[in-house]
């Protein structure tokens, strides 16, 4: 691709690393350029009695800073597959949209709709069904017994598609390593799940907390081929147009999930 010049050989020697790390998966191919700034979305419902939350902005070219700038005055609505719909309202923080309280639920369908000047885009996500997982524990790196590293323990439920995104946070401030995982090899097995990320340290003292999130698969292959490029130090909703499930352009995904929340103190 034409901008593929201009990308620092340290990036395509880590993007080469991680693909070969992630063998289990289709390499996803991402465009690696400067486009025109374009819309974007990053909506969840989660089943949890909450205010739903969908976030509105707008991309920024490839080779800037990772900030994007919001997006107020859209008209945001979320509707299920049993009736329900739920209209947003933009909160204090601009281009932040969120619902009254309401829960989601497994085997739902939702529809997300954003229209803005003039044009409407949409998303589906189905909310799987909820794994519970068991303990999040911890050992010495390899490299470093100084630093840890966080194992999620979980049964991943035989004969069904499963596939997972975690968020790690260390003291309160999450890291910026994107986690996934999937069922590929251990469909009804017991899983041992290494968190590895090296975006920050994790020591003794630490408060660690990790959100185990269930998710469908068009919202795991978002997060799968972002953490594919994540060493591009761009990492962000859109650094390089991953698959969204949104329509009519925009970038971002919209995803329906469960959320179970694990911590543990390092000691």
Not at 147 to 171: E, R, S
Not at 212 to 233: H, I
Request: aromatic share 10%.
């Amino acid at each position: 691709m034409k901008m593929f010049g201009k990308i620092k050989y340290q990036v395509l020697l880590a993007a080469i690393m991680l693909i070969c790390a992630t063998s289990c998966q289709k390499v996803i191919e991402l465009k690696l350029d400067n486009a025109q700034p374009q819309l974007v979305i990053e909506g969840i419902v989660t089943n949890q009695l909450i205010n739903q939350t969908v976030k509105i902005s707008q991309s920024v070219p490839f080779d800037n800073s990772n900030v994007f700038p919001p997006v107020s005055g859209a008209v945001v609505t979320i509707a299920d597959n049993h009736g329900n719909t739920y209209n947003l309202t933009e909160s204090s923080t601009a281009g932040t949209y969120t619902s009254i309280k309401f829960q989601g639920h497994t085997g739902y369908t939702y529809t997300l709709t954003v229209q803005l000047n003039g044009k409407t885009y949409t998303a589906a996500s189905i909310m799987p069904g909820q794994v519970r997982f068991d303990d999040l524990t911890y050992k010495d790196s390899f490299f470093d017994s100084a630093k840890k590293i966080m194992t999620v323990h979980y049964l991943d439920p035989v004969n069904v598609a499963n596939q997972y995104h975690f968020l790690l946070f260390i003291n309160n401030v999450q890291a910026k390593t994107v986690l996934v995982n999937d069922d590929s090899f251990s469909n009804g097995k017991y899983v041992d799940y290494d968190l590895y990320q090296d975006k920050s340290d994790i020591r003794v003292g630490d408060n660690v907390m990790v959100e185990a999130q269930c998710v469908d698969r068009n919202v795991f292959l978002y997060w799968f081929s972002l953490s594919q490029q994540q060493d591009n130090g761009n990492a962000g909703p859109t650094p390089s147009n991953p698959p969204s499930n949104l329509s009519n352009g925009a970038l971002g995904y919209f995803s329906a999930h469960t959320v179970q929340r694990l911590s543990v103190t390092i000691r």
